[in-house]
């Protein structure tokens, strides 16, 4: 078992690239004190708490979802509540794997 599995991010480098190919957008759902400490470049922050209210939002732009945080917990959360919402989401598991991921 992976170190993203303890946490809940089993997505490959190879699905997040793919998403991002795809023109997702990359949600942080960590707090905006994290958020401020280093982010993907080009991220919305969105923290957890607060992502129900930017449902609509973000079903509006029609894009695919990257959801990242510190370790992949908060941001399994995050997939899962926007696929529940029918956004396709998936989880990018730490910040820094996903902008590791960024051409």
């Excluded at 023109?23 to 958020?35: G, K």
């Excluded at 990242?68 to 989401?89: E, F, M, V």
């Amino acid at each position: 078992m992976g170190i993203f599995n303890l946490f809940g991010s089993n997505t490959s480098v190879s699905v997040i690239e793919e998403y991002l190919e795809k023109n997702a957008i990359v949600i942080d759902v960590r707090t905006v004190e994290e958020f401020e400490d280093g982010h993907v470049q080009g991220s919305k922050n969105i923290p957890l708490n607060q992502i129900g209210a930017h449902i609509e939002e973000l079903r509006k732009l029609g894009k695919p979802v990257v959801a990242c945080c510190r370790s992949g917990a908060r941001s399994g959360s995050a997939a899962t509540i926007l696929k529940q919402h029918g956004i396709d989401a998936i989880n990018g598991g730490p910040w820094g794997n996903v902008a590791n991921c960024i051409k």
